[in-house]
C-alpha cells in the first residue's frame, strides 16, 4: 500500500509565507501534507505538477458568500480557483438577525429563504449542516445589526436598541463569529457615530476579535474615514482591517499615499491595522448605494466619489437580466434620460 495518497510531483511551491518558490513534491496522507521536499515513495494518485505552481489554498477575506454556502455549498467558483477559506459578512452585510439577513441577500439571491436561525451560533451550525466544500468564517455586520434593532432610523440607538446589538455581538463571540464589519456607506450603517461602533467594538474583548470596516467615504473624505476606523480600533481595544482600500472617483486618486502613510503611522505607535485590496480597478455595489451617494453628480457628497454614466456597468439585475452587461449611459439613452458622461480630454 503506497504510504501517501496524493503526491504532487516538481511543482514550485509558493509556502504563503511570501517566501520565492522552490522545486519540490508535496505529499499528502489523508487531509494533512506529510512531506515537502524530495518524495521518493509513490502515491496512490500522482500528480505531474512540472512548470505550475503550488500553494496552500486562498483565503478570500471579502466573500459576501453568507447565503451561497448554504445554498450552493460545493461552492465551484470559489475552490476552482483555490480559494479553501471564505471570510462572510463584510461590509456591515451580516446573517444576524435572520429577517435583515433575508432583506439583504436576497439581492443577491432573490427569493432565497434558508433554514432560519436565531443567532450566530445557530447560523454557524446550519453551515455545518450544509458542509461547504470550503472553511467559512464569520464578521458580524453592524449594518443587519442596526436594521435589526432599530431599523433605518437615522438616528443615535436607545440605550435599549443599542443593549440589543451589544447581546448579538457578545452572542457571536461565543459562537466563534471572527469580528465586527461595518458599511458606512450604506443603509443604515452610514448613520452610525463613531462611538457607537467603538461601543460594538468594546464587547469583541480579548478574544482576537477583530474590526473591519467599508469606510464611510473611500473618496474625497477617505483620509478622515482612515482616522475614524483607526479611531474606532484603538478605542475599542480591536485590531483593524480596511476593507479594499482605495481612493475613489478619478479626483481622489493619488490620496492612497497619504492614506497608507496614516496607516503606517498607526503601526508604528503599535496599533495593529491592515489593508487588503482587490487587483483591478474597477469597483463593485449596489446601485441603489451609488445614487445614495450621489455619485451621479458633478459635486458628488458620499463615500463612492464621483462617476459619470459610462463608467457604470450592470453586472447583476436578477430582475433585469436584459440590462446585465450594459452601460448606465447606453440605458439612459434608450430610456430618453441624460446620463453626465466623463469629460473627454
Ligand atoms: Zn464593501
Not at 500522482?46 to 471579502?62: L, S
Not at 440607538?157 to 446589538?165: F, I, K, L, Q, V
Not at 495593529?272 to 469597483?283: E, K, L, S
Request: net charge neutral; proline share 6%; with cysteine.
Amino acid at each position: 500500500m503506497a504510504r501517501f495518497d496524493v503526491v504532487l510531483r516538481g511543482g514550485t511551491v509558493f509556502d504563503g509565507s511570501g517566501a520565492p518558490g522552490v522545486p519540490a513534491d508535496v505529499a499528502l496522507a489523508g487531509e494533512r501534507i506529510a512531506a515537502v521536499g524530495v518524495v521518493a515513495e509513490r502515491g496512490s494518485t500522482e500528480i505531474d505538477a512540472r512548470g505550475m505552481a503550488v500553494a496552500p489554498g486562498f483565503i478570500d477575506v471579502h466573500s459576501h458568500d453568507d447565503f451561497a454556502v448554504l445554498l450552493n455549498p460545493t461552492m465551484p467558483f470559489k475552490v476552482m480557483q483555490g480559494v479553501t477559506t471564505d471570510v462572510v459578512g463584510n461590509c456591515g452585510s451580516g446573517v444576524v438577525p435572520y429577517e435583515a439577513a433575508v432583506r439583504r441577500f436576497g439581492r443577491i439571491h432573490p427569493g432565497a429563504t434558508p433554514p432560519e436561525w436565531t443567532g450566530f451560533g445557530q447560523y454557524l451550525a446550519r453551515v455545518q449542516e450544509a458542509g461547504p466544500s470550503l472553511n467559512v468564517a464569520v464578521l458580524m455586520g453592524h449594518g443587519s445589526l442596526r436594521a435589526g434593532a432599530m431599523g433605518l432610523e437615522q438616528r443615535a440607538p436607545t440605550p435599549a436598541e443599542m443593549d440589543r446589538m451589544r447581546a448579538w455581538v457578545r452572542e457571536g463571540v461565543e459562537a466563534g463569529a471572527v469580528g465586527l464589519s461595518t458599511g458606512l456607506i450604506y443603509e443604515p450603517g452610514r448613520y452610525a457615530r463613531t462611538e457607537e461602533i467603538i461601543a460594538l467594538a468594546r464587547e469583541l474583548g480579548a478574544r482576537g476579535g477583530l474590526y473591519a470596516t467599508h469606510m464611510r467615504d473611500e473618496a474625497g473624505g477617505l483620509l478622515d474615514s482612515v482616522r475614524e476606523a483607526i479611531r474606532i480600533g484603538e478605542e475599542g481595544g480591536v485590531p483593524v482591517q480596511i476593507s479594499h482600500h482605495k481612493a475613489s472617483g478619478q479626483s481622489n486618486w493619488g490620496k492612497v499615499r497619504d492614506s497608507l502613510r496614516l496607516i503606517e503611522e498607526a503601526r508604528a505607535r503599535g496599533l495593529d491595522v491592515h489593508a487588503d485590496q482587490y487587483p483591478y480597478t474597477a469597483g463593485s455595489t449596489s446601485l441603489y448605494a451609488v445614487v445614495q451617494n450621489g455619485a451621479l453628480r458633478r459635486d458628488s457628497p458620499g463615500g463612492v466619489g464621483s462617476l459619470s454614466g459610462d463608467a457604470v456597468l450592470i453586472a447583476s439585475a436578477p430582475k433585469h437580466p436584459a440590462y446585465e452587461g450594459r452601460r448606465l449611459d447606453e440605458l439612459a439613452a434608450e430610456w430618453g434620460s441624460t446620463s453626465r458622461r466623463r469629460p473627454r480630454a
